[in-house]
């Protein structure tokens, strides 16, 4: 048994399914390896579409994706999504080929130093530099990448390395137990609670990542407390329960600003700073927080909690409630935007203009997808709304690039979240700038036999530049470029295509696309002058009690 045999026996070991890459001349020991492995090499077009599967196939399981590149140009293609992997939370395996360790000394062919370059985008990066600590080496890149908060971690194989005779077995896997917060935060946070007139619950991914979804529901509904989930928290509550007041993120001024600005405490449910700026919500640091999650809060001068309850967040939930009593207080302010939030939403229900409103197609995209069915979604401009527009039933149906904003995840990512949920359906949403960056994928998408369905939002530019410029400075430049026919693209692949040429094709459309048995893709015009009248709009809101 060489190096790489011994390393697949320790992924094999770790629960590995897929491993996401492409063949080199510095991986072909582990490629052999994997001939006779029940880990199923899936081979990708590009390597930071490598990354984005293994970012997604973690975020959808918990358990680490694993992408696999050669040296040089391959490792660094993949840096993009391992990045995006360990800003989001979602544990992500990255292995490397690389030159022997007899050629590290002196200028080489191809040779990057890949563990100092890939230290400041993962949790841990290292090299095996000797075939015995194989095991060890790998126990502890999964063990980190799938603690919390998870991440992304990099192991670096060098060729001679690879290639040498070893002895030795993957390590058993420790189990890791809960953890509890103390009875004095339990106390503190209850007595902050049931003093609280306007309290407002802020949740984030870390709620989904601990499966707290019951518990936060419970919480809220009988003490009744409105609840905000960022970009990432989506699903955590049913955006139907009448205490979902949805979404929460976006850079400009929204129905939800007002809830923050009349809270009186903010209660902070597996909240990551990154997801949503606290300076944006709490500019002024004024209002009390509470932070409730499984690690404590990071540093920043609008985020100071009152009381931090660290532990298992559906244990901190269930015993917060049993100590809490908010009998006799009036509902809070933030209850009363909900009717407003939600005849915004229900305001393009019928709107028939074409080009489509980005509204209108968010809102026919959710009347057709099921409550477990996931959209996966690029980033531009059709990410804002989105982020804001839809709404979900379960946690994990509607994943965003948030941390990284990293453009081309969604193609990529629906290979991914097909392979982990092949019963579901499965959509991307894409702007026609972040279609162009991995549509390549797609011919990967066919040959594993992943159907999904592409919708393209095509503006011919990038969108939310537009959009920021135009808000900036009045006017709009260097956004601007052509597209190819996406229906004969489609069709050249041997995929389906469609367009959309009125408003009222998209939905036949689209259920038309989704019983396909390939992937398909939607070219649909929109009509992106809304992104200006959403900030002509957003300007003058007003909160009133």
Same mark, same amino acid.
């Given at each position: 048994?060489?190096?790489?045999?011994?390393?697949?026996?320790?992924?094999?070991?770790?629960?590995?399914?897929? *491993?996401?890459?492409?063949?080199?001349?510095?991986?072909?020991?582990?490629?052999?390896?994997?001939?006779?492995?029940?880990?199923?090499?899936?081979?990708?077009?590009?390597?930071?579409?490598?990354?984005?599967?293994?970012?997604? =196939?973690?975020?959808?399981?918990?358990?680490?994706?694993?992408?696999?590149?050669?040296?040089?140009?391959?490792?660094?293609?993949?840096?993009?999504?391992?990045?995006?992997?360990?800003?989001?939370?979602?544990?992500?395996?990255?292995?490397?080929?690389?030159? #022997?360790?007899?050629?590290?000394?002196?200028?080489?062919?191809?040779?990057?130093?890949? &563990?100092?370059?890939?230290?400041?985008?993962?949790?841990?990066?290292?090299?095996?530099?000797?075939?015995?600590?194989?095991?060890?080496?790998?126990?502890?890149?999964?063990?980190?990448?799938?603690?919390?908060?998870?991440?992304?971690?990099?192991?670096?194989?060098?060729?001679?390395?690879?290639?040498?005779?070893?002895?030795?077995?993957?390590?058993?896997?420790?189990?890791?137990?809960?953890?509890?917060?103390?009875?004095?935060?339990?106390?503190?946070?209850?007595?902050?609670?049931?003093?609280?007139?306007?309290?407002?619950?802020?949740?984030?991914?870390?709620?989904?990542?601990?499966?707290?979804?019951?518990?936060?529901?419970?919480?809220? @509904?009988?003490?009744?407390?409105?609840?905000?989930?960022?970009?990432?928290?989506?699903?955590?509550?049913?955006?139907?329960?009448?205490?979902?007041?949805?979404?929460?993120?976006?850079?400009?001024?929204? =129905?939800?600003?007002?809830?923050?600005?009349?809270?009186?405490?903010?209660?902070?449910?597996?909240?990551?700073?990154?997801?949503?700026?606290?300076?944006?919500?709490?500019?002024?640091?004024?209002?009390?927080?509470?932070?409730?999650?499984?690690?404590?809060?990071?540093?920043?001068?609008?985020?100071?909690?009152?009381?931090?309850?660290?532990?298992?967040?559906?244990?901190?939930?269930?015993?917060?409630?049993?100590?809490?009593?908010?009998?006799?207080?009036?509902?809070?302010?933030?209850?009363?935007?909900?009717?407003?939030?939600?005849?915004?939403?229900?305001?393009?229900?019928?709107?028939?203009?074409?080009?489509?409103?980005?509204?209108?197609?968010?809102?026919?995209?959710?009347?057709?997808?099921?409550?477990?069915?996931? &959209?996966?979604?690029?980033?531009?401009?059709?990410?804002?709304?989105?982020?804001?527009?839809?709404?979900?039933?379960?946690?994990?149906?509607?994943?965003?690039?948030?941390?990284?904003?990293?453009?081309?995840?969604?193609?990529?990512?629906?290979?991914?979240?097909?392979? &982990?949920?092949?019963?579901?359906?499965?959509?991307? &949403?894409?702007?026609?700038?972040?279609?162009?960056?991995?549509?390549?994928?797609?011919?990967?998408?066919?040959?594993?036999?992943?159907?999904?369905? @592409?919708?393209?939002?095509?503006? #011919?530019?990038?969108?939310?530049?537009?959009?920021?410029?135009?808000?900036?400075? #009045?006017?709009?430049?260097? *956004?601007?470029?052509?597209?190819?026919?996406?229906?004969?693209?489609?069709?050249?692949?041997?995929?389906?295509?469609?367009?959309?040429?009125?408003?009222?094709?998209?939905?036949?459309?689209?259920?038309?696309?989704?019983?396909?048995?390939?992937?398909?893709?939607?070219?649909?015009?929109?009509?992106?002058?809304?992104?200006?009248?959403?900030?002509?709009?957003?300007?003058?809101?007003?909160?009133?009690?």
């Amino acid at each position: 048994m060489n190096t790489a045999e011994l390393l697949i026996k320790c992924l094999e070991n770790e629960g590995v399914e897929y *491993i996401f890459g492409l063949p080199g001349e510095e991986n072909l020991h582990v490629l052999e390896a994997l001939k006779n492995s029940s880990i199923k090499f899936i081979t990708v077009r590009h390597e930071q579409g490598a990354a984005f599967m293994a970012d997604v =196939y973690g975020r959808l399981t918990g358990k680490a994706g694993v992408c696999l590149s050669t040296l040089g140009p391959g490792a660094t293609n993949l840096m993009t999504g391992v990045a995006d992997a360990n800003l989001d939370g979602a544990p992500l395996v990255a292995i490397t080929g690389q030159v #022997g360790t007899d050629r590290m000394h002196i200028e080489s062919h191809q040779y990057l130093d890949l &563990v100092a370059m890939f230290g400041p985008v993962t949790k841990w990066s290292a090299q095996i530099v000797r075939p015995s600590i194989t095991p060890e080496l790998v126990r502890r890149a999964f063990k980190i990448a799938q603690s919390e908060k998870p991440g992304a971690v990099h192991i670096d194989l060098p060729e001679n390395i690879a290639a040498m005779p070893v002895t030795g077995e993957p390590l058993n896997k420790d189990s890791r137990s809960k953890t509890f917060a103390s009875f004095r935060t339990l106390e503190l946070a209850s007595e902050a609670i049931s003093s609280a007139r306007n309290p407002l619950i802020l949740v984030g991914n870390g709620a989904i990542r601990g499966e707290a979804s019951d518990a936060l529901t419970e919480f809220a @509904t009988m003490l009744n407390i409105p609840v905000a989930n960022t970009f990432m928290g989506k699903g955590v509550m049913r955006y139907t329960h009448p205490l979902a007041l949805w979404a929460t993120g976006l850079q400009q001024r929204d =129905y939800i600003t007002c809830a923050f600005e009349k809270a009186d405490l903010v209660i902070a449910i597996g909240y990551d700073l990154i997801e949503y700026s606290p300076k944006k919500w709490n500019p002024e640091g004024k209002i009390p927080i509470i932070h409730i999650g499984a690690t404590p809060a990071e540093i920043d001068s609008s985020y100071i909690p009152i009381v931090e309850v660290v532990g298992d967040i559906s244990d901190s939930l269930i015993e917060i409630l049993k100590r809490t009593d908010r009998h006799g207080k009036p509902e809070p302010y933030a209850l009363e935007l909900r009717e407003d939030i939600r005849a915004d939403y229900e305001q393009y229900a019928n709107d028939d203009g074409f080009p489509i409103k980005p509204q209108k197609l968010i809102y026919d995209l959710r009347q057709v997808m099921g409550p477990e069915d996931i &959209v996966i979604s690029d980033v531009g401009a059709h990410k804002m709304w989105m982020a804001r527009q839809y709404h979900c039933d379960r946690p994990n149906t509607c994943l965003i690039s948030n941390g990284f904003a990293a453009m081309g995840i969604a193609i990529p990512g629906a290979i991914a979240a097909k392979l &982990v949920h092949p019963n579901r359906k499965v959509v991307a &949403v894409s702007g026609d700038g972040g279609f162009m960056m991995n549509c390549q994928e797609l011919e990967t998408a066919l040959r594993v036999g992943t159907p999904f369905v @592409t919708i393209i939002f095509n503006d #011919g530019g990038y969108g939310l530049i537009e959009w920021k410029q135009h808000n900036q400075f #009045g006017k709009s430049s260097f *956004i601007q470029f052509s597209n190819p026919d996406f229906v004969k693209f489609a069709e050249s692949m041997g995929l389906k295509g469609y367009r959309i040429e009125s408003t009222a094709d998209f939905i036949p459309m689209l259920k038309d696309a989704l019983a396909q048995d390939v992937p398909a893709v939607i070219d649909c015009r929109v009509d992106y002058r809304e992104n200006l009248r959403f900030s002509q709009k957003a300007g003058d809101l007003n909160c009133t009690i």
